[in-house]
């Protein structure tokens, strides 16, 4: 029997995990897919007062109008962004290796499998290691704690949010809010750039819930580093070109 | 010292040291060396587990060498030599090492992109394969309704496919020809098209097999074997097996010191494009001399030697040495050497060819080794082997009208296109074009006077529809309506044949992967183009195109080849990747072996080879002894033997080319001044040249290569650089009447003093971050593209500057090749202004060069004037007709 006490905390807990999984997911479909109709109306209705209050104020061309041109102008900064080459690539491989479907990716794909997910693709050149696909997943876990939480099963949440922390620090932990910063300044409309902000944003907080502090400077550290430095040594400089 | 171990240190290493005389003589230990393996297996360094191994046909340069992928947990993490292969015997090229990385570059384009903004704004939209393929196949139904409505079948012409490197075994020329248009431009004239018409008309194929492994002496002309050039990696360890291991004589021949000088036992720098007039002085030194092979002659040539020696008699050495400033005494005695050294050979490439009447040339450097009899001999000049698959039937029957682009008719012996002429047809008007596609190529790089493909592209009258292939962005596909990516080609089907070794073989390239992130080949995009353009069938175009995938259609094209199928057919390929299996590799001298050791032999004599009696059933014999059948030669009899003979119409070497003669060429190999030879005494001439770690233009994206080499500064002589001021590493700008670029110098004895040398390959201003070193030009964190790689590992601040602006458009009337060594440029100290990397280029002027370039064609005003010795009626030579070539 639960003590009213632990019945409080619980929901507190149920809510906050619901709201946690909503959150990333918007951050997921914002990443993983162009704007389209139903996600506008999403972020003109329900979403304009939350995304302003989280500092991701919906920007003025996105507020009223014909949606053709915007959802063009949009889809155009998504692939300048995301998918074109010269783009931010929203792969861990990329940001980590400097090359496409490396571990990275293997990775986050037994991540999904293990937790019962198979990755499907809607266009060619998507990976299991897209950044998008990786905040879905934490949205995933998020709810399945919330109903482990709301069927009593104590155990099975205490597992799924272990298993959400390990995620998050492993796979995202060392480089996603780092990327997102990257991506934030390079996004030339708005809309983009304040959701990268608030993806970054979202995940430092998240990552400062489950990290000790002491990690915490690794991170933050490695975030902002990329694979050990070749030596810049003058003679092998010489030996390799006129 | 102890009492366990009396002997002192001192001690140890007396006897060491003693040792070490007869080390080798104390038999193997256990361990040998990891290299000494044949290869064909790989582990993991981490769990040590076999790694899978996927043959494959490498496609990184055109050679197409065997090798194995070893792919794990799905991805390729290394690529080797496949030691079944005859040709390269197991080795990879620097090039071929790094072909994976292609594969998984972070700026390969991985799904369809359609232009939005302005052309070239860069401006893209992603799209799915489904929704490119339907966009392609409606703008090509547009064109090909035109066509049935006016009952027009030239209105087809409009489809216009322009290619690069097409390995894919005739899949673009049926899908082209499924669709009725003839409109289809290769890449050949900026390659060795003039070699190969050099060539053909001689002995019938397009390229020789230089035996250097056999050989005892190599008289290489402008080929860079040990680099580039053709056949490259094979054709590298077969001349360094003939110089080391047969102690073979090589003279190489080149105005720059490229690395095959260096283990030449002689190098001469000729003066650019008089490759010809040596070749020629040095058959007049063996004809006049009697050293030629006069049996061989009279019996299999079209020529008499005492015609040859009355045709050579102005080329003499001395002649020789005032157009190439190559001694005469040299001259007369490597002639000499090479014509009683048996057995010996010629090889050349690009450096003869490469200019305006490069035909000639090419002819005069064959004719060497007919004079001399070292046609077919073991060590000597030997036709191609290659294996021929063809395409599975229904064949399509092509286009019913010429296309101007596709064989201009001013260019009847150009049997290879002039494809540097189709923005110049396009821009006066000559040729229409409303659907343009382009797989693997990139014009506005690689060609001369590159500056016009660009203004092309970009002009929307002139191709109002533009769709690239390319899994790049390269100049080009920048300037494309939609891009719909090929994979690369590790994930891929084609069939293989290259002429690479003696012994003939057939390869297949396979994906070694499944295309990454589903992609998808080019083969499954034009099967659902030709699905979406003809659904029901009734424009007869999805019948040619009817297969599953691109397995199935390659599948096809091997069937039917005689006796792959008993050895397992198309499986047998899949799991071996080459047929047939020679032999094994001997790890030591790195040649095919049987079981017992011995050296698997080739066929030499091949057009000694007599008929069969089933050959001859059907054929007649004409008076010269061509052996005919349905109009073809099949073979020639000589004293009473049918005999394969070699491929021309008489089935013997053609040294006199009645068809050259009926447009006015001269029929014999010549020389003709040109006009760089009579540049003035400052003015030098620009040649350009490929480096050993890249193909022209698709390798500055990878990242080993371009850390290998990343920069050209222009080579130029210390005479030269002293008398114009200029000093190693010095800012110049390298002028020609088409514009000029800014570039540094390279101040090297390694060049002749007449002439500056930049190699391709860098300077793009497009091929993805690293190709662009962007991330060097603008330092904002974000350019990186998270490719932190790039970031911290590219050193390097220089990306080159590409001279193909400023080459001059000037192509060769017989072999329609552009004269890439025929630019006359002045160079000088930069101007204050200048930065490094300017390039200005006009395109008027490119157009008068076109003007000008036709006025030697056989049609052009010029014609006559160079060719005043040529005995015809010229007041009616043959009319202008589309479709000639041959
Ligand atoms: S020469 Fe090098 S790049 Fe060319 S096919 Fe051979 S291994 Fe590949």
Redesign the pocket.
């Known amino acids: 029997m639960q003590t009213l006490i632990e019945q409080v905390a619980q929901g507190a807990r149920l809510d906050e995990c619901r709201a946690q999984s909503a959150l990333f997911r918007l951050l997921a479909r914002t990443l993983e897919y162009e704007v389209d109709e139903a996600f506008l109306s999403h972020l003109r209705n329900d979403l304009l007062e939350a995304l302003a209050e989280a500092g991701a104020e919906l920007p003025e061309d996105m507020l009223s109008g014909p949606s053709d041109a915007l959802f063009e102008k949009l889809a155009v900064e998504y692939t300048a962004l995301f998918v074109q080459p010269g783009a931010i690539s929203p792969y861990a491989s990329v940001f980590e290796t400097g090359s496409m479907f490396q571990e990275q990716c293997d990775r986050a794909a037994r991540w999904y499998q293990e937790n019962g997910f198979v990755f499907k693709h809607r266009y060619s050149g998507e990976f299991p290691d897209h950044v998008g696909t990786m905040l879905s997943f934490v949205a995933a876990l998020f709810e399945r704690e919330a109903q482990a939480l709301e069927a009593g099963e104590e155990g099975n949440a205490e597992e799924i949010r272990q298993s959400r922390e390990r995620f998050l620090i492993e796979e995202l932990g060392s480089w996603a809010p780092g990327w997102a910063k990257l991506a934030a300044q390079a996004a030339q409309h708005p809309f983009y750039e304040r959701m990268l902000g608030l993806v970054e944003r979202v995940l430092w907080d998240e990552l400062t819930q489950v990290v000790p502090p002491r990690r915490m400077r690794e991170l933050t550290e490695k975030n902002s580093r990329g694979p050990t430095v070749i030596k810049k040594d003058p003679g092998f400089r010489k030996a390799s070109g006129l | 010292m102890n009492k366990h171990f009396p002997m002192s240190r001192r001690g140890f290493l007396k006897l060491g040291g003693s040792t070490a005389a007869v080390a080798s003589a104390l038999g193997a230990s256990r361990l040998e060396a990891m290299e000494q393996e044949l290869g064909g297996k790989d582990f993991s360094p981490v769990t040590g587990k076999l790694r899978e191994a996927v043959p494959y046909t490498?496609?990184?340069?055109n050679?197409?060498?065997g090798g194995i992928a070893y792919v794990e947990d799905g991805r390729i993490v290394k690529l080797e030599g496949n030691p079944d292969h005859p040709g390269?015997r197991g080795k990879?090229?620097a090039?071929?090492n790094s072909?994976f990385l292609h594969t998984y570059d972070p700026d390969r384009i991985m799904t369809p992109l359609l232009r939005t903004g302005k052309r070239g704004e860069g401006k893209w939209k992603r799209i799915s394969y489904d929704e490119a393929t339907t966009m392609l196949a409606a703008k090509l139904r547009e064109v090909i309704d035109r066509s049935v409505k006016a009952n027009d079948p030239a209105i087809r012409n409009e489809i216009v496919f322009k290619w690069g490197r097409n390995r894919t075994g005739g899949a673009i020329q049926r899908l082209m020809g499924a669709m009725g248009s003839s409109a289809m431009v290769g890449h050949t004239n900026i390659c060795e098209s003039s070699k190969k018409i050099g060539l053909e008309p001689s002995w019938g194929p397009d390229i020789e097999s230089a035996d250097f492994q056999n050989t005892k002496y190599a008289l290489i002309f402008g080929g860079n074997v040990t680099e580039t050039a053709y056949f490259?990696?094979p054709n590298a360890q077969r001349l360094v097996d003939g110089v080391v291991g047969n102690k073979a004589k090589l003279v190489y021949f080149d105005p720059r010191h490229a690395n095959t000088a260096k283990i030449a036992d002689e190098w001469f720098a000729p003066y650019p494009g008089t490759d010809g007039a040596v070749a020629l002085a040095m058959a007049n030194v063996i004809m006049n001399e009697k050293l030629y092979d006069d049996a061989f002659i009279r019996t299999w040539t079209n020529v008499t030697p005492e015609q040859l020696t009355a045709h050579l008699k102005s080329y003499t050495p001395e002649f020789a040495e005032a157009e190439s400033g190559i001694a005469a005494k040299d001259i007369r005695r490597i002639a000499r050497e090479f014509a009683t050294t048996k057995p010996a050979t010629t090889f050349s490439y690009r450096g003869p060819c490469k200019h305006v009447y490069g035909s000639y040339q090419e002819a005069a450097i064959h004719m060497l080794n007919v004079i001399t009899g070292n046609v077919e001999k073991k060590g000597g000049y030997c036709l191609p082997r290659g294996m021929g698959y063809g395409q599975p039937g229904p064949k399509p029957a092509g286009g019913k009208a010429a296309s101007i682009l596709g064989a201009p008719p001013t260019y009847p012996l150009a049997g290879h296109q002039v494809s540097t002429h189709m923005p110049y047809q396009l821009m006066k008007g000559d040729a229409k074009c409303s659907v343009l596609m382009t797989y693997y190529d990139n014009g506005a790089y690689t060609y001369p006077s590159s500056h016009v493909w660009e203004a092309l592209l970009k002009d929307e009258k002139l191709i109002p529809f533009y769709c690239s292939f390319s899994p790049y962005m390269s100049e080009n596909a920048e300037l494309a309506d939609l891009i719909i990516p090929d994979t690369t080609y590790l994930e891929r089907w084609d069939p293989e044949s290259m002429p690479s070794d003696l012994r003939p073989w057939l390869g297949i390239r396979q994906p070694v992967i499944k295309p990454l992130g589903n992609t998808q080949e080019w083969r499954m995009t034009a099967i659902q183009v030709a699905a979406k353009l003809d659904p029901d069938g009734s424009l007869g175009i999805k019948q040619y195109l009817n297969f599953k995938d691109g397995e199935e259609w390659v599948r096809a094209q091997f069937d039917g080849i005689p006796g792959l199928k008993e050895d397992g057919g198309f499986d047998y390929l899949k799991k071996n990747g080459v047929w047939p299996k020679y032999g094994k590799i001997d790890p030591v001298t790195g040649q095919i072996v049987d079981k017992n050791g011995d050296e698997v032999p080739a066929d030499y004599g091949l057009h000694m080879k007599e008929l069969s009696a089933a050959a001859m059933e059907g054929t007649t014999v004409e008076a010269n002894g061509a052996i005919k059948k349905g109009g073809k030669t099949v073979g020639v009899r000589i004293n009473g033997k049918n005999h394969a003979g070699f491929g021309t119409g008489s089935g013997k070497i053609e040294i006199y080319k009645e068809g050259w003669k009926k447009y006015g060429f001269n029929p014999m190999p010549v020389y003709k001044r040109l006009p760089s030879r009579d540049k003035k005494a400052d003015e030098l001439v620009l040649i350009t040249f490929k480096v050993n770690v890249h193909t022209q233009s698709r390798t500055a994206s990878v990242k080993y290569l371009a850390e290998l080499y990343h920069k050209n500064p222009a080579w130029i002589n210390p005479k030269t650089a002293a008398a114009k001021g200029i000093a190693d590493g010095d800012l110049i700008r390298v002028t020609s009447t088409v514009g000029y670029i800014v570039t540094r110098a390279h101040v090297t004895e390694g060049i002749h003093p007449d002439v500056v040398a930049i190699s391709t390959a860098c300077g793009h201003n497009s091929y993805g971050r690293l190709a662009q070193l962007k991330m060097k030009e603008k330092p904002a964190d974000y350019m990186l593209g998270g490719d932190a790689d790039i970031d911290n590992n590219v050193w390097w601040d220089d990306k080159g500057v590409h001279p193909n602006p400023i080459i001059k458009l000037s192509v060769d009337p017989i072999g329609g090749s552009q004269g890439w060594y025929d630019t006359v440029v002045t160079v000088s100290k930069a101007q204050p202004t200048d930065k490094y990397g300017d390039v200005k280029a006009s395109v008027e002027a490119s157009m008068k060069d076109y003007e000008e370039t036709l006025r030697l064609a056989y049609t052009g005003d010029l014609h006559k004037a160079n060719h005043k010795e040529v005995d015809i009626d010229w007041a009616h030579l043959p009319e202008l007709k589309a479709g000639g070539g041959h």
């Open positions: 490498c496609l990184v340069c050679i197409e060498d390269n990879l090229c090039k071929g072909g490259h990696n």
